[in-house]
């Protein structure tokens, strides 16, 4: 079905694969055609409740291929045709996303990266805010999440200077929410996205709202819509199968619903 990326569901996990392991994984206008085709799926697939993007070979994404960039390029319009639709469906993803940083992530990689809500890294991967290194500006929503993850003074300083943020540098930056020993890898990651799967996922995605909410209103106007968040969580199956279990004193069985 694809070409550039492999997608796969198991156990409700979908597992999205960029897939140009001798280009390290470097966008192209195919590649994000594909990429939106498997986002919207695992969407709209009720029985996927989480979401791994992860990179084949040695990296996670060195960002958008170069090779076909030219002079005569409108990078303003690759970015709102190309980029900005996958940023908004990340955003409006209503399940769980794992960045499952296999390699170096860099330029709108990294910005993949930061637009997930979950991200493990393998010991040896590197971020790099390449942008800076052709003469651009970090793009794809990076300098959105980046200073929320780590503040303004260090987001600048990433994103001027362009230096590489080794595993260890980005877990001690809050980048990172767990770094990954090689053998360990795909255990963990696994073990980590079926934790999620088996988790409330409607809860799950409206507590992603009201984060981003919380950035954007002010505390009365956050606390309706965390009313009217905690109105749809209570009318949830996975609440009542919560406070029966609670009852029962046994461990819920929750069902994304």
């Known amino acids: 079905m694809f070409e550039t990326i492999f997608y796969e569901v198991r156990e409700g996990v979908a597992k999205i694969t960029l897939n140009r392991k001798d280009k390290l994984n470097a966008f192209t206008e ?17 029985a996927v409740r989480c979401l791994i993007i992860t990179g084949s070979g040695k990296a996670f994404s060195a ?5 076909g960039v030219t002079e005569e390029m ?5 970015i709102r045709s190309r980029y900005m639709p996958i940023m908004l469906e990340l955003a409006s993803f209503k399940k769980p996303v794992i ?3 296999n390699g170096a992530a860099a330029g709108s990689g990294f910005s993949l990266a930061l637009a997930c809500d979950f991200r493990l890294m393998h010991e040896k991967a590197k971020f790099v805010q390449a942008f800076i290194h052709v003469g651009l500006i970090p793009d794809s929503a990076n300098l ?6 780590i503040g303004h003074a260090r987001a600048m300083e990433l994103a001027v200077l362009g230096e590489k943020i080794t595993a260890q540098e980005a877990k001690e930056f809050g980048l990172v929410n767990r770094v990954i020993e090689d053998g360990n890898w795909e255990q963990e990651v696994a ?17 992603k709202q009201l984060l981003q909410k919380s950035w954007e209103n002010d505390l009365p106007q956050f606390l309706l819509e965390e009313s009217y968040s905690q109105r749809i969580a209570g009318l949830s ?7 029966l279990a609670f009852k029962e004193k046994r461990t819920p ?3 994304g619903e």
């Open 253 to 255: 069985s929750f069902k």
């Open 144 to 149: 959105f999440y980046l200073p929320k993850l």
């Open 237 to 243: 199956t996975d609440h009542q199968e919560g406070l």
């Open 30 to 46: 195919s590649m994000h055609k594909e990429l939106m085709i498997a986002l919207k799926e695992a969407a709209k697939d009720q």
């Open 99 to 101: 960045a499952a940083i």
């Open 63 to 67: 960002g958008e291929d170069l090779d």
């Open 74 to 78: 409108d990078h303003g319009e690759v």
């Open 191 to 207: 073990d980590f996205a079926a934790k999620l799967s088996n988790k409330p996922t409607k809860a799950i995605g409206l507590i």
